[in-house]
């Protein structure tokens, strides 16, 4: 092989190597999914996304009007639209489905009757809308770590009568996980496909 021949392959070589380690590019993009948040004022929306986004709980205020946080995980970015649970607001809630992917449902388990009744109301008034009622929905009992909470029976029961999703729903599966704030303890989630 002619010393020409050996120099051009080296440089080919050092070139292969200079774009290997140099001329990577940016990284692939991660996909990101449209989220909404709902759940009635209290429930701890805006506790959850702060703690998904390792941000201080000091901080925290109850959302007024919506708010949308762009939750970061290592194959996917979640951008949530957390929308105000109050009364006043929750009847705009249907404004911001569009485009959603997939639905979170907050709901304190220590709340009084009246609003859990409220909760619940709204929790089927979700399930039965024509741009939710097809997409994966998950439930999260907040506030076990509360003494008021209710049992895991009790709101599966409380959660069973509002599964009339216009359609048959698709698989249900409760699933425990750490409370967003307090002491350490397992909080119950539905998961609805």
Known sequence: MSDLRISEAFLYMDYLCFRALCCKGPPPARPEYDLVCIGLTGSGKTSLLSKLCSESPDSVVSTTGFSIKAVPFQN????????????????????????????????????????????????????????????????????????????????????????????????LRWEYAAPATGPPGKSPILLLN
């Not at 992917?101 to 909760?119: H, K, N, P, R, Y």
């Not at 809308?129 to 076990?144: G, K, V």
């Open 76 to 171: 996917a970015i979640l951008n949530v639209k957390e929308l105000g649970g109050a009364d006043n607001i929750r009847k705009y809630w249907s404004r911001y489905y569009q485009g959603s992917q997939g639905v979170i449902f907050v709901l304190d388990s220590a709340s009084s009757e009246d609003d859990l009744e409220t909760a619940r109301n709204e929790l089927h008034s979700a399930l039965q809308h024509p741009q939710l009622c097809t997409l994966p929905f998950l439930i999260l009992a907040n506030h076990q770590d509360k003494p008021a909470a209710r049992s895991v029976q009790e709101l599966q029961h409380m959660v069973s009568t509002s599964l009339t999703r216009g359609q048959t729903p698709g698989p």
